[in-house]
């Protein structure tokens, strides 16, 4: 049961049942999934004045909501690191190109939400779309894992993102804007320096629900 439980925790259901039945998970690649990075701002304050109970039952509160969020949605909790929470869509089901709006519009309710008066929380979301590989790691706690640039430069987007706000790349803003019933606003950023890549990306900011 332990070993299907982390599987499950995450929601992919499609891999434990397979696991479950026996079957070995083959790695694949994906040439098209999104994936999302939210982090909560100023998190190392917060752990200096408060004592370790009220951390962990802040993180529970908060998670908990992204959480509910995101079971409204086509995409899948991947796990929480600290203060950063990872979300993808289009992975282990593909969509066609529904994953990239699926995490936009995961990203705005998660920025709304936590902007309510009763919250008052500031978090940094990014995500970016693009191929990956997948599968899963370990024996006795496996986990689904998530390899490649996209993860690496979504979690980019994320950490230098400005508060309170959701950054893209300009690839994935020319396809937010590309659909035909598209109603997102994006602003330009400008140009970016992107840690690890050794050049500058034009990067643009989600500020505008899609309703």
């Known amino acids: 049961l332990c070993y299907f439980g982390i599987i499950n925790q995450h929601g992919i259901r499609s891999i434990a049942a397979e696991l479950k039945a026996g079957r070995a998970i ?3 690649n994906y040439q098209s999934v999104t994936v999302g990075f939210c982090q909560i701002v100023e998190f190392m304050h917060l752990m200096e004045q408060c004592t370790p109970e009220q951390v962990i039952s802040f993180l529970n509160e908060a998670f908990m909501i992204f959480d509910e969020v995101i079971k409204c949605h086509d995409a899948y909790k991947v ?5 950063t929470y990872m979300m993808a ?3 282990p089901s593909e969509n066609g190109g529904q994953h990239v709006f699926e995490i936009a519009e995961i990203a705005l309710q998660i920025r709304e939400v936590t902007s309510a008066p009763n919250w008052h929380l500031r978090v940094r979301i990014g995500f970016h779309c693009g191929p990956i590989a997948a599968g899963v790691i370990g024996l006795r706690s496996p986990r689904y894992c998530l390899f490649g640039d996209t993860v690496n ?6 950490s230098n993102c400005e508060p309170n706000q ?3 790349a300009e690839s994935t803003a020319k396809i937010l804007m590309g659909h ?3 109603k997102y606003k994006l602003t330009k ?3 970016v320096r992107v840690k690890g890549k050794g050049i500058f990306h034009c990067c643009e900011k ?4 899609l309703y």
């Open 26 to 28: 083959i790695p694949r």
């Open 79 to 83: 796990e929480t690191t600290g203060e």
């Open 89 to 91: 869509s289009g992975v």
């Open 153 to 158: 430069f979504a979690s980019r987007m994320q």
């Open 166 to 168: 959701i950054q893209v």
């Open 180 to 182: 035909p019933n598209s």
């Open 189 to 191: 950023r400008g140009v």
């Open 206 to 209: 989600l500020d505008f629900c």
